[in-house]
Nanobody
Framework: QVQLVESGGGLVQPGGSLRLSCAGDGFTLDYYTIGWFRQAPGKEREGVSCIADRSDGGTYIADSVKGRVTVSRDRAKNTIYLQMNSLKHEDTAIYYC?????????????????????WGQGTQVTVSS
């Protein structure tokens, strides 16, 4: 079975940090663009970050989280990490990772969700004191 599995969400105080994981099950993440998205209650889904396939390794971070978020790839663990620091109340959302073809990153279509063909189940992040 081919799937993406997110983990690492939880409850954190404002100013805290979390590291989310996106593991590939049944396929190798190396050959794909991996996007991180989030959806807060009552709001539309928005892109958070994007990492290119292994041949490039480039990353793109949304303006809304720039300076607070980094994305990285661990090839040995077949996992993509989303490190989030200085968390704010407005970061509260369900976070999803998604798989897309290499062309997504190279074309600059980082957060066109219709181009991603496989989505994880999501992990809840709640920022609250």
């Amino acid at each position: 079975q081919v799937q993406l599995v997110e983990s690492g969400g939880g409850l954190v105080q404002p100013g805290g940090s979390l590291r989310l994981s996106c593991a590939g099950d049944g396929f190798t993440l190396d050959y794909y663009t991996i996007g991180w998205f989030r959806q807060a209650p009552g709001k539309e889904r928005e892109g958070v970050s994007c990492i290119a396939d292994r041949s490039d390794g480039g990353t793109y971070i949304a303006d809304s989280v720039k300076g607070r978020v980094t994305v990285s790839r661990d090839r040995a663990k077949n996992t993509i990490y989303l490190q989030m620091n200085s968390l704010k109340h407005e970061d509260t959302a369900i976070y999803y990772c998604a798989r897309g073809g290499p062309g997504i990153f190279y074309s600059g279509s980082y957060f066109r969700s219709d181009l991603y063909d496989l989505w994880g189940q999501g992990t809840q992040v709640t920022v609250s004191s």
